[in-house]
């Protein structure tokens, strides 16, 4: 979970109870309980509202599609793959036959 581990965690716990004291920090917990809820209703009514306005083609839509870093990621992925689709290249010079040579290109 965010690449925070479960002594980080405890740390984390500790601080809190210190900084807040343990009779403030059930009802800060409860607070940021109440405003996680909010942040994921607003994230997916965003999600929703874009699958409304861009159309049936997008109703599989998620928020985490629109990662630049997936989108490279699939780009490269489907290209991979059409490149394991085409037959192999085959050599357009007769055995034995020596390549053409132009100077003019070296």
Do not use: C, W
Request: proline residues 8%; negative net charge.
């Amino acid at each position: 979970m965010f690449g925070v581990g479960l002594s980080e965690l405890a740390l984390i716990a500790l601080v809190a109870v210190l900084v807040f004291g343990p009779e403030r920090l059930p009802v800060m917990a409860k607070q940021a309980g109440i405003m996680l809820r909010k942040a994921r209703a607003m994230a997916d009514s965003a999600r929703d509202e874009l699958r409304t306005e861009l159309g049936p083609e997008y109703s599989d839509l998620e928020l985490r599609d629109l990662d630049p870093r997936n989108i490279v990621r699939k780009h490269i992925i489907e290209a991979m793959e059409d490149e394991d689709d085409r037959p192999p290249k085959e050599p357009e010079l007769a055995e034995g036959q020596i390549p053409p040579y132009d100077v003019d290109a070296t």
